[in-house]
């Protein structure tokens, strides 16, 4: 794994936990040729082309969970699929919250229309989405995000829905500057017991983060 250009937070036979750069999209697409994806073979562990167990937006970094092997594969997913992983998102909003501390319960599902393309929206017959959140330094407007469940862009939507978008989201935002979504921390209990743990940092270019106190 020394040709791997990015940090490994968790390393086993057959999963890694990886540290994604923000502005690198997991998978390609038309307008992101260039993905993680064209890492992922220094990962390798036999001949199993090694996969990402989940998805991070394009400019969200952090904890991202790779199987590399097909066993790996087939653990993480029945992980994911039991609900047994857990994620902790740090991000800076555009605005303080009212409160401390809150639970957004606001079912979603993707509207797409030709002038603007695709998005998430909150509506009554959506799929279930419930995410707790907590402030983290109100000098920072940095807040904790804890999903129950995994919709696409939850935590953007959900964010705007209590009013403080995250900072620089080009869709649910304003789109100043980069946008601040940190996936800092990712536990999973695997179906044979193993519990895999890592955390990482924000960025070096994130305002200074709160101390262990406020963790």
């Known amino acids: 794994m020394n040709d791997f250009p990015f940090p490994i937070l968790f390393d086993s036979r057959d999963v890694v936990i990886i540290d994604k750069p923000a502005g690198l999209a997991v998978h ?23 996969v990402a167990a989940h998805r991070l937006d394009r400019d969200t970094s952090g904890c991202l969970a790779v199987a590399r092997t097909k066993r790996g594969a087939k653990l993480l ?10 994620k902790a998102y740090w991000a800076i909003l555009s605005s303080l919250p009212a409160t401390a501390e809150g ?34 330094d109100a000098a920072t407007r940095l807040v904790e995000f804890r999903p129950e469940t995994g919709r696409t862009h939850q935590i953007r939507v959900h964010a705007a829905r209590i009013g403080c978008p995250i900072a620089g989201d080009p869709v649910y935002g304003d789109g100043i500057g ?5 996936a800092r921390s990712l536990a999973i209990t695997l179906p044979d017991g193993q519990r895999l743990d890592a955390s990482c940092d924000p960025p070096a270019d994130w305002p200074t983060s709160p101390g262990p106190e406020s963790r």
Do not use: C, Y
């Open 77 to 86: 997913s029945a992980a994911f699929e039991e609900r047994k992983a857990e």
């Open 178 to 182: 980069p946008m601040r979504l940190h």
């Open 103 to 136: 639970l957004v319960d606001a079912p979603l599902i993707k509207v797409s229309t030709a002038e603007t393309g695709w998005r998430m929206v909150v509506r009554r017959d959506g799929k279930p989405a419930r995410t707790h959140w907590q402030v983290l």
């Open 28 to 50: 390609p697409g038309p307008k992101t040729p260039h993905s993680l994806e064209d890492h992922l073979p220094a990962l390798a562990n036999g001949g199993f082309v090694p």
